[in-house]
């Protein structure tokens, strides 16, 4: 009996060690003329194979062991001739991941839309997914969501860094030494705190977050006079090695970035806790953290609402919601907790309003835009409401 139990104890040792249960992870597979890889930024087509000529059986699964929170990230180049009809299916590793990211197809790698209702279909326990594409061109781009990767970023921040009052430059760099971007307005004894993309399939936030940031940086009255009293620090990329990597979670220290607040074990936190404190040792007061991220709806977790009429995610949620009468939206607020992410580091250690701006999954991207819009400008409203200290 001991001996059994002691052997069990192996094999359940064994094969939590280091994810050999894996399969084979690969860049590209074709079945005769038609080719599909991942040799880009983001890409990610697990592992791959053929089991009869024009379908593609590829198995997901997520970059470490133990499993993580399934955000079961997929993108690839479907190569071919114009005409040939290609079979995807995609099986979703047991226990870690499902059919989460309706397909999204891209022409150009830019512009996206989904695929049609009628080229998927997903099965009854929503572990597999088949797509039928016709390629209407020699190359077309499939992903779980628009893949905005560092060359977004790149150009983003290029155009930032034309707009005046704005220095870009970088926060650190990652574990793997790609660029953690940065952009600042003028020095302000009030700051606040703007970070995006801990989580590399959380493209969503980083559609809403475009938006946000053109707002609050942009040339109106409100914001002009929102950045005569705050300095603004935008971090849009925090963890570009998992976007690089096509991630599900984590970064390429097998990490989440977002449960890293407080034990700071890794570069991309680090350097961004380091910038903080070297505002606030300048006597700068940091007033305001947002992090933005996707996941199943729109909504806010925020600290507990407080009876404290200045309680400013009531305010500026509240004032949000009045002028969004079509973007149904949650105010999540719940206690503070022990898990190490930035909400709740910010929270706790700097007793600020510290808030986790989250997009649907699936939310209209035009919405998520627009809706941005009004929740930049109601909240410099009400920051700006609030006394200087
Ligand atoms: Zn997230």
Same mark, same amino acid.
């Given at each position: 009996?001991?001996?059994?139990?002691?052997?069990?104890?192996?094999?359940?040792?064994?094969? !939590?060690?280091? !994810? %050999?249960?894996?399969?084979?992870?690969?860049?590209?597979?074709?079945?005769?003329?038609?080719?599909?890889?991942?040799?880009?930024?983001?890409?990610?087509?697990?592992?791959?194979?053929?089991?009869?000529?024009?379908?593609?059986?590829?198995?997901?699964?997520?970059?470490?062991?133990?499993?993580?929170?399934?955000?079961?990230?997929?993108?690839?180049? *479907?190569?071919?001739?114009?005409?040939?009809?290609?079979?995807? +299916?995609?099986?979703?590793?047991?226990?870690?991941?499902?059919? /989460?990211?309706?397909?999204?197809?891209?022409?150009?790698?830019?512009?996206?839309? /989904?695929?049609?209702?009628? %080229?998927?279909?997903?099965?009854?326990?929503?572990?597999?997914?088949?797509?039928?594409?016709?390629?209407?061109?020699?190359?077309?781009?499939?992903?779980?969501?628009?893949?905005?990767?560092?060359?977004?970023? +790149?150009?983003?921040?290029?155009?930032?860094?034309?707009?005046?009052?704005?220095?870009?430059?970088?926060?650190?760099?990652?574990?793997?030494? +790609?660029?953690?971007?940065?952009?600042?307005?003028?020095?302000?004894?009030?700051?606040?705190?703007?970070?995006?993309?801990?989580?590399?399939?959380?493209?969503?936030?980083?559609?809403?977050?475009?938006?946000?940031?053109?707002?609050?940086?942009?040339?109106?009255?409100?914001? +002009? %006079?929102?950045?005569? /009293?705050?300095?603004?620090?935008?971090?849009?990329?925090?963890?570009?090695?998992?976007?690089? &990597?096509?991630?599900?979670?984590?970064?390429?220290?097998?990490?989440?970035?977002?449960?890293?607040?407080?034990?700071?074990?890794?570069?991309?936190?680090?350097?961004?806790?380091?910038?903080?404190?070297?505002?606030?040792?300048?006597?700068?007061?940091? %007033?305001?953290?947002?992090?933005?991220?996707?996941?199943?709806?729109?909504?806010?977790?925020?600290?507990? *609402?407080?009876?404290?009429?200045?309680?400013?995610?009531?305010?500026?949620? !509240?004032?949000?919601? &009045?002028?969004?009468?079509?973007?149904?939206?949650?105010?999540?607020?719940?206690?503070?907790?022990?898990?190490?992410?930035?909400?709740?580091?910010?929270?706790?250690?700097? !007793?600020?309003?510290?808030?986790?701006?989250?997009?649907?999954?699936?939310?209209?991207?035009?919405?998520?835009?627009?809706?941005?819009?009004?929740?930049?400008?109601?909240?410099?409203?009400?920051?700006?409401?609030?006394?200087?200290?």
């Amino acid at each position: 009996m001991k001996a059994i139990f002691s052997l069990l104890v192996f094999v359940l040792l064994a094969s !939590g060690c280091a !994810g %050999q249960h894996y399969p084979e992870r690969h860049q590209s597979c074709h079945s005769g003329a038609v080719l599909l890889d991942a040799h880009f930024d983001g890409g990610q087509l697990g592992n791959c194979v053929i089991p009869e000529a024009g379908i593609f059986e590829l198995t997901l699964f997520p970059e470490d062991m133990p499993p993580i929170n399934p955000s079961p990230w997929y993108a690839y180049r *479907v190569s071919g001739q114009p005409g040939d009809r290609v079979v995807i +299916r995609m099986k979703f590793h047991e226990a870690e991941g499902y059919a /989460r990211y309706w397909p999204k197809i891209s022409h150009d790698g830019m512009n996206w839309e /989904r695929v049609k209702d009628d %080229q998927v279909t997903v099965s009854a326990d929503n572990r597999d997914m088949e797509l039928k594409l016709e390629l209407g061109q020699a190359r077309i781009w499939v992903a779980g969501q628009e893949i905005l990767a560092q060359d977004f970023y +790149r150009q983003w921040i290029n155009l930032l860094e034309a707009l005046p009052g704005i220095e870009t430059g970088l926060v650190g760099v990652s574990r793997e030494g +790609r660029p953690i971007y940065l952009a600042e307005t003028a020095d302000r004894s009030e700051f606040i705190l703007l970070m995006g993309r801990q989580h590399p399939p959380e493209v969503t936030g980083a559609v809403t977050m475009h938006s946000f940031i053109d707002t609050v940086l942009g040339d109106t009255e409100l914001a +002009r %006079q929102f950045r005569s /009293r705050f300095k603004l620090a935008i971090v849009p990329l925090v963890n570009p090695d998992g976007v690089a &990597a096509g991630h599900w979670r984590h970064n390429t220290g097998s990490v989440d970035v977002n449960r890293d607040w407080g034990p700071f074990t890794q570069p991309e936190s680090q350097s961004i806790i380091r910038w903080v404190e070297k505002q606030e040792a300048a006597g700068r007061k940091l %007033q305001l953290m947002l992090d933005f991220h996707s996941t199943f709806e729109d909504l806010f977790y925020t600290q507990p *609402v407080s009876e404290d009429p200045s309680d400013f995610a009531s305010i500026w949620l !509240g004032a949000s919601a &009045a002028r969004l009468p079509d973007f149904p939206f949650k105010h999540a607020p719940g206690p503070t907790s022990e898990q190490p992410n930035s909400k709740n580091y910010f929270s706790t250690s700097r !007793g600020i309003p510290a808030i986790t701006y989250e997009s649907g999954d699936e939310t209209d991207r035009a919405q998520l835009e627009t809706s941005a819009v009004i929740f930049a400008e109601e909240m410099m409203k009400a920051m700006l409401a609030r006394p200087q200290e």
